[in-house]
T-cell receptor, first 117, second 113 residues
Framework: AQSVTQLGSHVSVSEGALVLLRCNYSSSVPPYLFWYVQYPNQGLQLLLKYTSAATLVKGINGFEAEFKKSETSFHLTKPSAHMSDAAEYFCAVSGGFSDSSASKIIFGSGTRLSIRP | ETGVTQSPTHLIKTRGQQVTLRCSSQSGHNTVSWYQQALGQGPQFIFQYYREEENGRGNFPPRFSGLQFPNYSSELNVNALELDDSALYLC????????????FGPGTRLLVL
């Protein structure tokens, strides 16, 4: 069965520092992987997605993620954090399910990103 | 292009009552998925509708039911509410298929007392 593990429920970085949010997945078939962001009292917004094309995926707001099959990882990075990046980030996996709902998304438990001035 | 909208934004119910939540899909999308997000957790898949038919279901009891209408808008109905049903309910619309992006609405926050 597909699953996602996000390492670290809370990450705090200084403004201008590197952001690294970790995600490992478990999948018996090639997965489709996503990162979503959720600002307080809002729904989810897609940052980026991997669908078996390039392993380095660029998203919105300067974020990118690299699919590493050997490590079953899909970590999210941003070179320089901005105060507006403070939010909850969810890694998610889709695809390869044995039932008919092939497009359901399995989410990780989330990582809250805080930015220090 | 209109995004995904949900109503109401907030709702308070008491245990045992029934609730209906509504979702309007993004224009052109024929697939709607519903998720439950408890406080401090990631969203959990409830079920999905494709062209008015249920297309898959997560680990939720039958008192969670849904409908999709010809215009692809959708409802989530929950009967016999329990305290643990308190959560943010999110709907997402897409063109269907595992590669397609699911676009999420702002959610309905349900509190069961």
């Amino acid at each position: 069965a597909q699953s996602v593990t996000q390492l670290g429920s809370h990450v705090s970085v200084s403004e201008g520092a590197l952001v690294l949010l970790r995600c490992n997945y478990s999948s018996s078939v090639p997965p489709y992987l996503f990162w979503y962001v959720q600002y307080p009292n809002q729904g989810l917004q897609l940052l980026l997605k991997y669908t078996s094309a390039a392993t380095l995926v660029k998203g919105i707001n300067g974020f990118e993620a690299e699919f590493k099959k050997s490590e079953t990882s899909f970590h999210l990075t941003k070179p320089s954090a901005h105060m507006s990046d403070a939010a909850e980030y969810f890694c998610a996996v889709s695809g390869g399910f044995s039932d008919s709902s092939a497009s359901k998304i399995i989410f990780g438990s989330g990582t809250r990103l805080s930015i220090r001035p | 292009e209109t995004g995904v909208t949900q109503s109401p934004t907030h709702l308070i119910k008491t245990r045992g009552q029934q609730v209906t939540l509504r979702c309007s899909s993004q224009s052109g999308h024929n697939t709607v998925s519903w998720y439950q997000q408890a406080l401090g957790q990631g969203p959990q898949f409830i079920f999905q509708y494709y062209r008015e038919e249920e297309n898959g279901r997560g680990n939720f009891p039958p008192r969670f039911s849904g409908l999709q209408f010809p215009n692809y808008s959708s409802e989530l109905n929950v009967n016999a509410l329990e305290l643990d049903d308190s959560a943010l309910y999110l709907c997402a619309s897409s063109l269907g298929g595992v590669k397609e992006t699911q676009y999420f609405g702002p959610g309905t926050r349900l509190l069961v007392l």
